[in-house]
């Protein structure tokens, strides 16, 4: 998550239940079925990678599209397909980004897309859910699984949309995608946390 969606979050936790319901959100709010879009500005895909077994490193991509069709009643109907811009990418280092984009690595301009499509939706627990699907990166396709959790709903107070939330968390070997420079040098698995908000279509 970004620090200002991790601190808004961490707010909610902390206010008591009056102003939180000022907010719009909560996890008790009745979600209507229906079709949901990606609302770009507050979703985030963020990628960690081992750096030469010092530390790990971070990177984000913003400005995702896609559509959540979603039924409370029944999780295994639900479908989500969601993509991500390659361009995109930003690791605050712009010559890092340049590389990342570049055809030793993701190839932006060849596979301009990430692109990821649930094939099977089960929930795990009042909140949470496993979502398997394909992840399509790099001219690639992988069956992934991410585990996810609801964070809330409610109408947004400033747009006055419908909203909901959720995180997930999930991990790939970016060698599966023919991502290999480096390796392993720099880590083969990438971690991937997920931080989306979906507003009611119609």
Same mark, same amino acid.
């Given at each position: ?6 601190? #808004? ?6 206010? &008591? ?8 959100? *909560? $996890?008790?709010? $009745?979600? &209507? ?5 990606? %609302? *770009?500005?507050? @979703?985030?895909?963020?990628? *960690? ?6 530390? +790990? !490193?971070?990177?984000?991509? &913003? ?7 979603? +039924? ?8 989500? +397909? ?6 995109? /990418?930003? @690791? ?6 340049? %590389? ?8 932006? #301009?060849?596979? &301009? ?8 939706? =089960? ?12 992840? =399509? ?11 996810? =959790? !609801? ?19 999930? *991990?790939?070997?970016?060698? %599966? ?8 040098? /720099?880590? +083969? ?5 997920? @931080?989306?908000? !979906? %507003?009611?279509?119609?």
């Amino acid at each position: 998550m970004t620090k200002t969606i991790a601190l #808004a979050l961490l707010g909610a936790a902390l206010i &008591p239940g009056a102003a939180q319901a000022q907010m719009g959100g *909560s $996890p008790a709010t $009745p979600v &209507p079925a229906g079709t949901y879009k990606v %609302e *770009s500005h507050h @979703t985030l895909a963020i990628f *960690s990678i081992n750096h030469m077994g010092f530390n +790990d !490193f971070y990177g984000v991509i &913003p400005s995702a599209t896609g559509t959540l069709t979603l +039924d409370p009643a029944n999780a295994a109907a639900d479908k989500l +397909d969601v993509t991500l811009p390659v361009s995109a /990418i930003s @690791t605050t280092n712009s010559v890092l980004d340049g %590389e990342l984009k570049d055809p030793t690595w993701l190839d932006a #301009a060849k596979y &301009p897309e990430i692109h990821f499509t649930a094939t099977k939706v =089960t929930q795990t627990g009042a909140h949470t859910a496993h979502i398997d699907g394909n992840l =399509t990166l790099h001219g690639v396709t992988k069956a992934i699984a991410l585990d996810a =959790t !609801f964070g809330g709903a409610g109408t947004n107070p400033m747009s006055k949309a419908f909203t909901i939330g959720f995180s997930a968390t999930g *991990s790939i070997k970016r060698s %599966e995608f023919g991502v290999t420079k480096y390796v392993p040098l /720099i880590g +083969d698995d990438v971690k991937l946390t997920i @931080t989306a908000a !979906f %507003e009611k279509q119609g």
